[in-house]
């Protein structure tokens, strides 16, 4: 069982940064890929980026590549979301979520799910 908060969102103006954090508890959260997802009003959750198990390997939505950079510290059982240039169309609930599947885009393959934290970039 793997237990995750977010936290670091707010209401930011178009072009600064944010730096999103997602804190585990429970064993074994070295083993897990962590990504994060978003979910604007009215649309579905949308997978951002994902983050092997050993931080070697991401995979990105191509809208924030460049801009966004997903990391993890395994010490502290930690994953970051550092957001930079943001935009409106960014402005959603942004999710992180564990899977036991490296390089997963699909958010049926991850299993332990944050409550999410509030993204809104105005213009």
């Known amino acids: 069982q793997v237990t995750l908060v977010e936290s670091g969102g707010g209401l930011v103006q178009a072009g600064d940064s944010l730096r999103l954090s997602c804190a585990a508890s429970?064993?074994?959260?070295?083993?897990?890929?962590m990504a994060w997802f978003r979910q604007a009003p009215g649309k579905e959750r949308e997978f951002v980026a994902t983050?092997?198990?050993?931080?070697?390997?991401?995979v990105y939505l191509d809208s924030v590549k460049g801009r966004f950079t997903i990391a993890r510290d395994n010490a502290k059982n930690t994953v970051y979301l550092q957001m930079n240039s943001l935009k409106p169309e960014d402005t959603a609930v942004y999710y992180c979520?564990?899977?036991?599947?490296?390089?997963?885009?699909?958010?049926?393959?991850?299993?332990?799910w944050g409550q999410g934290t509030q993204v809104t970039v105005s213009s």
């Open positions: 979520a564990a899977s036991r599947r490296d390089g997963a885009l699909n958010s049926r393959d991850y299993t332990f």
């Open positions: 429970g064993r074994a959260f070295s083993s897990y890929a």
């Open positions: 983050l092997s198990w050993n931080g070697f390997s991401t």
